[in-house]
């Protein structure tokens, strides 16, 4: 069993019968009150992120979790096929697992996917992916003077909004939590 003097960013934990992950904790003393941790967690399974209150010192049911770094090889039927970059080993990853980050998966991509013991709890895809502007109306000049999007088809079939210059055959950077278009990569 660990305490709330052992969180960190990224740290497991089983709470309310869900796996939850730190992303920050504040240790709180308010004077003559008793101090208690103000942290921000994650749901590893639903993405959910809710703010809660501990005891100073209170004991947390922490997970161990095994961190692999792996390579998106191609889908079968819903799966995804993934290889264990040490072993070699592939394995069949379901989509509910990878979430909506799943449309800008490009194939032999290295994801991360943690483990606990041998069941997968989570898939971390890179936040940010190069991709190729495949099919989209073209720009005119001058179109970098507004604010206003257009549709666009990258070369993994998602569909994201993308200022007017993009045009057909640019490499976009696109922040794939939120499907947002970055920048233009040269």
């Known amino acids: 069993m660990a305490s709330t003097t052992d969180f960190r960013s990224g740290f497991v934990m089983r709470w309310n019968n869900e796996l939850w992950t730190v992303v920050e904790f504040q240790h709180v003393n308010p004077g003559n009150w008793r101090a208690f941790v103000r942290a921000k967690l994650k749901n590893m399974k639903t993405g959910r992120v809710v703010e809660n209150r501990f005891r100073a010192g209170e004991s947390i049911d922490q997970v161990r979790v095994d961190r692999k770094t792996c390579q998106y090889l191609y889908r079968e039927g819903l799966d995804f096929v993934v290889m264990d970059?040490?072993?070699?080993?592939?394995?069949?990853?379901?989509?509910?697992?990878?979430?909506?980050?799943?449309?800008f998966l490009k194939e032999n991509m290295n994801i991360d996917i943690l483990?606990?013991?041998?069941?997968?709890?989570?898939?971390?895809i890179p936040m940010f992916v190069n991709l190729e502007v495949t099919m989209t109306e073209p720009g005119l000049k001058g179109d970098t003077v507004s604010n206003t999007l257009k549709q666009a088809t990258v070369e993994t079939g998602?569909?994201?909004?993308?200022?007017?210059?993009?045009?057909?055959g640019d490499m976009l950077k696109i922040d794939t939590r939120t499907g947002d278009y970055v920048e233009r990569v040269k």
Not at 115 to 124: K, N, T
């Open 158 to 168: 998602a569909m994201i909004m993308v200022p007017l210059f993009v045009n057909q």
């Open 115 to 124: 483990f606990d013991g041998s069941r997968i709890i989570a898939i971390e």
């Open 85 to 103: 970059a040490e072993t070699y080993d592939q394995f069949n990853v379901s989509p509910d697992l990878i979430g909506v980050g799943e449309k």
